[in-house]
């Protein structure tokens, strides 16, 4: 039995699903390193710059990811207030 004056409220919309699927990250491994002559000594150098070079763009990665979770986090929030 409803209450005089009282409506059904209207069904609430279905909850939004938000997969947090981030890349996973491994391992920045550093070259091993035993240069004899310059050229090795130079060849190393860039070895080692192509490594670094490899974990940061690693890291951009994850970090652009849970950047844009956050943001798509707090509009979906803001919906639901």
């Given at each position: 039995?409803?209450?005089?004056?009282?409506?059904?409220?209207?069904?609430?919309?279905?909850?939004?699903?938000?997969?947090?699927?981030?890349?996973?990250?491994?391992?920045c491994p550093i070259p091993a390193s035993?240069?004899?002559?310059?050229?090795d000594l130079s060849s190393d150098v860039?070895?080692?710059?192509?490594?670094?070079?490899?974990?940061?763009?690693?890291?951009?990665?994850?970090?652009?990811?849970?950047e844009e979770h956050r943001v798509k986090?707090?509009?979906?929030?803001?919906?639901?207030?």
């Amino acid at each position: 039995m409803a209450l005089a004056g009282c409506t059904n409220a209207p069904p609430l919309p279905a909850p939004q699903i938000i997969y947090v699927g981030c890349p996973a990250v491994t391992s920045c491994p550093i070259p091993a390193s035993s240069p004899a002559t310059n050229g090795d000594l130079s060849s190393d150098v860039r070895n080692l710059e192509a490594a670094l070079v490899a974990c940061g763009l690693q890291v951009e990665a994850v970090k652009q990811c849970q950047e844009e979770h956050r943001v798509k986090t707090r509009s979906t929030a803001k919906s639901l207030n």
